[in-house]
């Protein structure tokens, strides 16, 4: 179709003109809730501001948020340690577990409700989870310790003993993240044929070196995915740390989003909080990069 | 492997689901079960298991004691008004990069893509700062705008139209079809389900959503969404005296989200497949 008919030229103006008006709403939120953000943050982070004072009559003080944050700032030092704590353990249990499941109810009746109740917690919103959890947790009323006493377990203070309050945030999290990684493993291991488990059985191979030699590496891609989506949202996570680990101190427990959130939007230091942001971002990135290095394949066109 | 080996794994795998389905489901249980109970069993020690007889009133008395009418009525407007435009600004991009050439589609399908990288709050300061210049701070526009585009969305659609064949769009476009019918008769018809994907995946999101309302809506208590509301209220009665009524209350959040993913289960359950842990 190489012939320069008038008529197809303008379809192809056409066509580059309707290209370009179908995604004005998306190019124009862009640049007011992207590039202006990202670029804003960015230069803020060499201001103090409070947000109550005209922006114009901040003073410009260089590096010193970030240099405050990394030499004075014990509280940044510990949310920061305290996310990748929470970050690693959290997805390492969340997918080792949810692989446990979808191996076990590969073949078992009744499937679909079993994948059902593991599910359940994804569609409910995380402040009720966190809610519920935090009196599940109460010492003296809650149905924990009450179940704990029943085996003979010493009881604990769960939410508020600085030892244990993220740790138990993290059981919640995996409780409560299980779901969506079960069902990829589920769609994966479907996809697995038959025959290549076959095949191993008649050369002798065992349930666990099957499992080793056939089906860890054939799921690469889909651990993959889940790491880095499950790192991602790991990072960020607030809303059950918010809600649950109030009583608790908050070296023990703040992660880097409550940071933001309370130097931010409490103490109301904009230009800390974004120098804040910035190097979260940056950390963010090299741990992306680092697993991505350590597959060795793509990111989202890799998966494809 | 013998009979008696299989026999033995078979029944260590129930134990091990029925014990793992005990601990899924027991959180549940005890929501229900604590909202139904009165003031005196709720705080009783050891705790309760059974309300001794269910106090169905605590559902009525919540909306007299709370304003759980104002958040529900808030929640639902900003949910719907979301999904309802990423929908749209999904569908626009989507085909503009699934099927219209143009310079610069694929450097801007790969900037897209690139946004979702960036974690949340890199952007609560700024965007912040903008709702206040806009003089929003006290509107539901503060909710819903920053919101209305979503690179998963423009990526979930776009991946979906790219399936549709072209000779379709060919055949529509010798008939004299413009682009707007094409997209509006054709794209949009075939692209149903995966609309439904991210429609139930953008509210379920929306009506779940927490950190950013808690931002906006802590001074401006006339916009406030029910997952704030609910979790400030837990806080503030800290006499025990109107606990139970939380319970009641977090149960009528979570009612509106199981119907709707039980209505729309397979749509929901093919984007968590696309997007990983569940997050958008």
């Known amino acids: 179709m190489k012939n320069k008919n008038p008529n197809i030229l303008t379809m192809k103006r056409k066509e580059t003109f309707a290209g370009y008006f179908f995604i004005s709403p998306a190019l124009l939120f862009y640049s007011i809730f992207f590039i202006f953000p990202v670029t804003f943050s960015f230069l803020i982070s060499f201001k103090r501001w409070n947000m109550l004072r005209p922006l114009s009559s901040s003073p410009w003080i260089g590096f010193r948020n970030y240099i405050y944050l990394f030499t004075r700032d014990d509280l940044f030092k510990a949310s920061l340690i305290n996310s990748v704590i929470y970050a690693f353990v959290t997805v390492f249990l969340t ?23 593991f599910f359940a917690p994804i569609v409910t919103p995380q402040v009720a989870l966190g809610i519920v959890w935090g009196y599940l947790y109460d010492p003296n009323r809650g149905l924990l310790n009450s179940i704990l ?18 740790f138990s945030v993290m059981i919640t999290a995996v409780w409560a993240g299980i779901g969506g990684p079960l069902l990829i ?51 960020q996570v607030f809303d059950l740390i918010y809600i649950m680990t109030r009583n608790a101190p908050a070296e023990s427990v703040w992660v880097v989003s409550l940071y933001m959130y ?43 | 492997m013998n009979k008696n080996g299989k026999r033995i794994i078979t029944i260590v795998k129930y134990i091990f689901l029925f014990t793992a389905g005990f601990l899924m489901i027991l959180p549940f249980y005890w929501l229900v079960a604590a909202s139904l109970m009165t003031p005196q069993e709720f705080i009783s020690m050891p705790p309760k298991w059974i309300p001794h007889s269910p106090q169905w009133h605590n559902y009525v008395d919540v909306f007299k004691r709370i304003p759980m009418w104002k958040y529900y009525m808030n929640s639902l407007i900003v949910s719907t008004s979301v999904t309802l435009l990423v929908l749209i600004t999904s569908a626009l991009a989507g085909y503009s990069f699934a099927k219209l050439r143009f310079a610069g589609n694929r450097i801007l399908f790969r900037f897209v893509l690139a946004t979702m990288m960036f974690p949340a709050f890199l952007f609560l300061i700024p965007v912040f700062y903008l709702m206040k210049q806009f003089g929003w701070l006290h509107s539901r526009l503060s909710l819903i705008t920053p919101f209305i585009v979503s690179g998963y969305g423009i990526f979930l659609l776009r991946q979906f139209i790219v399936t549709i064949p072209n000779e379709l769009l060919d055949v529509a476009k010798i008939d004299g079809a413009s682009q707007s019918n094409i997209f509006s008769m054709i794209i949009l018809p075939l692209a149903k389900p995966a609309l439904a994907t991210l429609g139930i995946l953008t509210f379920i999101g929306q009506w779940n959503s927490f950190m950013w309302p808690l931002i906006i809506t802590s001074s401006a208590p006339e916009i406030m969404t ?24 977090l149960v009528l959040q979570v009612i509106p989200v199981v119907v709707l993913f039980l209505y729309l289960q397979r749509y929901y359950i093919k984007g968590i497949v696309l997007s990983g842990f569940g997050g958008i």
């Open chain 1, 185 to 235: 493993f589920t769609a994966s291991l479907k996809g697995i044929p038959d025959l290549y488990y076959d095949a191993a059985k008649i050369d002798g191979a065992n349930a666990i070196k099957r499992f080793w030699y056939i089906t860890l590496p054939l799921l690469r891609p889909t651990l993959l995915f889940t790491i880095i989506t499950g790192l991602l949202g790991a990072w």
């Open chain 2, 226 to 249: 029910i997952p704030v509301g609910l979790s400030r209220l837990s806080l503030a009665f800290s006499t025990l005296e109107n606990q139970n009524l939380i319970l009641a209350g």
């Open chain 1, 262 to 304: 309370q130097i931010a939007f409490q103490s109301l230091r904009m230009g800390r909080a974004s120098a804040a942001a910035f190097i979260l971002f940056l950390i963010v990135l090299v741990i992306t990069l680092i697993v991505l290095r350590i597959f060795k394949k793509g990111g989202i066109e890799g998966y494809e």
């Open chain 1, 95 to 117: 997918l080792s577990i949810a692989l446990l499941i979808a191996v076990v109810l590969l073949n078992i009746k009744y499937a679909v409700v079993w994948r059902f109740i």
């Open chain 1, 149 to 166: 006493s029943f085996f003979g377990i010493p009881t604990h203070h769960w939410l508020t003993d600085p030892s244990l309050a993220l």
